[in-house]
């Protein structure tokens, strides 16, 4: 199990080898609907690993194989499954931002919500599944770390990818 609730972002950061971090915001004052910025931001974080690391390790990121059921894609599973749970169930029904870390070992993606957190370690208990993203059952058997900012009250959920596995 990848799930962690004893892990925090600066041990993934310093695991990593952190070297730039890039943070998109969901600003509900700008032109575009908050949706589009959503997406755009998604989309802003896939681009900027690919391009990042996609020479020599080969990485091929693309929200689409979350679309078409390919797991293998953890980036592309994280980012829709958080993200879809963020817009139907955080406070403001849309992520605050999108944080992104990128390191010589790896990078770091986070997802963050305003308002009250969620009990992660209570989903993770009790399998609760009458949500978007299965109680969890993705981050449990993906490659990747997953872990939260707050056990009880988490308002980020954290992604965690190694180089190594894409190579």
Not at 46 to 59: F, G, I, Q
Not at 62 to 80: K, T
Not at 99 to 119: A, M, P, S, T
Request: net charge negative; proline share 2%.
């Amino acid at each position: 199990m990848v799930l962690l609730f004893d892990y925090d972002v600066g041990q993934a950061l310093e695991e990593i080898q952190t070297v730039e971090q890039k943070t998109f915001p969901i600003d509900g004052q700008q032109r575009e609907s908050m949706i589009e910025v959503y997406g755009k931001a998604k989309w802003a974080v896939v681009d900027l690993l690919n391009e990042r690391y996609s020479a020599p390790h080969k990485t091929s990121f693309d929200l689409h194989h979350w679309l078409s059921g390919n797991e293998e894609d953890e980036v592309a599973y994280f980012l829709n499954e958080a993200g879809s749970n963020a817009l139907n169930y955080a406070e403001a029904g849309v992520p605050a931002a999108f944080h992104l870390w990128l390191g010589k070992k790896g990078f770091v993606i986070g997802i963050e919500q305003d308002g009250l957190g969620f009990d992660a370690g209570r989903v993770q208990q009790l399998r609760i599944a009458q949500h978007q993203g299965g109680g969890f059952d993705f981050f449990r058997r993906c490659r990747g770390k997953v872990f939260f900012d707050e056990k009880e009250k988490a308002k980020v959920i954290y992604f965690q990818g190694r180089i190594q596995d894409y190579d």
